[in-house]
């Protein structure tokens, strides 16, 4: 998974499991882009779903960035929700041949490689959407608290429902959804 900022990138693991050092860094130098106010461009959800439906948030950086509010790295957070649909993807071949019980391929160098003829292609059109911005001090008032409470959790589940009131339904995924 990487996560953007100003015209850069750094990448973070799937899973700190065994880890803890790892997680520890990457938790402060969050913290750190919070406090410089950089902007932070994340996809909580970890990747593309093989539907088309919004998957689970992961909730890893929105709690690291909740933290260092918390811990006083800077005033506020602005979520911008966002929406990324495409008409046709690279994998709609792979993922059809799934959808009828066929396994995962695992991706190689070589198929990587291949995948270059690909892009010869046409996929047609990427639609991008936003959701009005919103504060994790406004989120915070509408999703409350308390104790025993996942605030990230709630978070992101009010995120992700923004995210879905944008979603544009592209001709493809009404067609493929019919089908």
Not at 165 to 172: E, G, K, L, Q, S
């Amino acid at each position: 998974m990487f996560y953007f900022f100003q015209n850069g990138a750094f990448f973070v693991r799937r899973s700190f499991r065994g880890l803890p050092l790892y997680s520890v860094i990457i938790k402060q130098y969050i913290k750190t882009l919070v406090n410089e106010g950089y902007p932070i461009e994340f996809f909580f959800e970890g990747g593309r779903s093989r539907t088309g439906k919004i998957m689970k948030p992961q909730v890893g950086a929105m709690s690291y960035m909740i933290d260092a509010i918390d811990e006083g790295y800077n005033k506020d957070l602005v979520f911008v929700p966002m929406s990324i649909s495409y008409d046709r993807i690279l994998e709609e071949n792979s993922y059809s041949k799934e959808l009828k019980g066929k396994e995962k391929t695992a991706e190689t160098t070589g198929a990587f490689l291949q995948s270059r003829k690909l892009l010869k292609r046409k996929y047609g059109k990427v639609y991008v959407s936003f959701s009005d911005p919103v504060t994790l001090s406004e989120l915070r008032r509408k999703v409350g608290g308390g104790e025993g409470v996942d605030l990230s959790v709630k978070i992101a589940d009010q995120i992700s429902k923004r995210i879905s009131d944008v979603i544009i339904a592209t001709p493809f995924s009404i067609v493929t959804s019919a089908m």
